[in-house]
């Protein structure tokens, strides 16, 4: 079947676009698994380096250990000559790219690859943070943890275990979630080719866009709109009214509700510092799904992970600009394992399209 007669389906929406071992999504029963492996239990029992190792090698490592790596000088120099303003989205692609160019890389992308572009963005990333405050860059401490190691980073203060082990989880139910926008872009890199950091650097800017990776801060700025839980109603209706976006709520793929916002939620639950809000969060979170149901009763529109995701991102310290790249921390471990996937069995990744434009014509005489 030739492009011209082919179906044709808006976003790729119900193409099968490949095949992976990675993760397992149920959006009807409300299901996620990482090799087999539910997402609850990887939350309950696992680490991210755990869950990283099990993406990148499909085995289980109980003694796996992930740590902060130090940046090459060339990308503190690179981060440094970025004004304050930047977007921390901008600044985490740019070091990846400037990463990428230090280390020389090639395809195929390899484990010892992943491992390292993981373990280098949360630098990355703090090291940026600090430098636009005014702050000099803190060296990692190898003895922490990649999310604990992050927010030491950050503060130069080693993290509570509570908020460690908050964050940690974030990073776990963050690390993979199939073809969704920026794997595959990730993917289509890697299938020219490429070399992981680019396909990383390319996932970064598909993340940044606020359809995919935006809501979680998003979040924190609608609790904030609607004040109280007594107009929690009122607003949520006049939302609706004016066709705007209720964040939080929905999801491509999920008809029920979100596995990773059920996590979350009970991770958010253990934080200190987060009861009131967090009370204010679950009772603004029952009139939405409420009145949700009402608006559209033949179509399920349930909590989704950014949801919860804020009420963690927000009770472990982070601001939230910090939020988006954040999550693209998380993502690392997925990314890197579907570039490693797609180069065991390479196509180029290639689809047809429609063309829709004039028919043939020729330049005035």
């Not at 676009?17 to 029963?29: F, K, V, W, Y």
């Not at 239990?41 to 993406?55: F, I, K, M, N, R």
């Not at 927010?151 to 080693?158: N, P, V, W």
């Not at 029920?256 to 204010?280: C, I, N, Q, S």
Request: charged share 20%; proline share 6%; glycine share 10%.
């Amino acid at each position: 079947m030739d492009a011209t007669s082919a179906g044709y389906s808006p976003g790729l929406k119900g193409v099968l676009a490949g095949e992976t071992q990675l993760a397992m999504i149920d959006g009807t029963a409300g299901r996620l698994q990482y090799r087999g492996y539910p997402i609850g239990e990887l939350v309950a029992s696992g680490t991210y380096a755990q869950v990283a190792e099990l993406l990148w090698t499909g085995e289980w490592r109980t003694d796996a250990q992930l740590a902060c790596a130090v940046l090459p000088v060339e990308v503190i120099e690179v981060l440094r000559r970025l004004p304050p303003s930047t977007n921390a989205m901008d600044a985490l692609r740019t070091a990846i790219s400037a990463w990428g160019a230090v280390q020389g890389m090639a395809w195929p992308p390899t484990i010892d690859q992943a491992r390292a572009i993981t373990a280098s963005a949360p630098s990355a990333l703090a090291a940026f943070a600090r430098l636009r405050n005014g702050e000099e860059p803190i060296e990692p401490d190898p003895s922490l943890g990649l999310a604990a190691g992050f927010l030491y980073q950050l503060s130069g203060q080693r993290p509570d275990d509570a908020s460690a082990r908050a964050l940690d989880a974030y990073f776990v139910v963050g690390a993979e979630h199939g073809f969704n926008a920026s794997t595959f872009t990730a993917r289509v890199i890697i299938s020219t080719h490429s070399d992981m950091a680019s396909a990383v650097a390319g996932a970064i800017g598909a993340l940044k866009g606020p359809w995919h990776g935006g809501a979680p801060s998003e979040v924190v700025d609608q609790l904030h709109e609607i004040g109280s839980v007594d107009q929690a109603e009122a607003w949520i209706r006049a939302t609706l009214g004016r066709g705007d976006r209720l964040m939080g709520f929905g999801h491509r793929v999920y008809r029920a509700y979100d596995p990773r916002a059920a996590a979350l939620r009970t991770v958010a639950e253990g934080l200190a510092g987060v009861a009131d809000w967090l009370d204010k969060a679950v009772a603004v979170e029952e009139v939405a799904l409420r009145v949700l149901a009402e608006y559209k009763p033949d179509y399920p529109i349930k909590t989704n992970v950014e949801y919860y995701a804020a009420a963690v991102l927000q009770g472990v310290g982070l601001p939230p600009n910090l939020f988006p790249a954040t999550f693209a921390l998380a993502r690392h471990a997925g990314w890197t394992a579907h570039c490693l996937e797609q180069a065991e069995a390479n196509v180029l990744i290639r689809p047809d399209v429609r063309y829709t434009g004039p028919s043939e014509r020729h330049l005035p005489g």
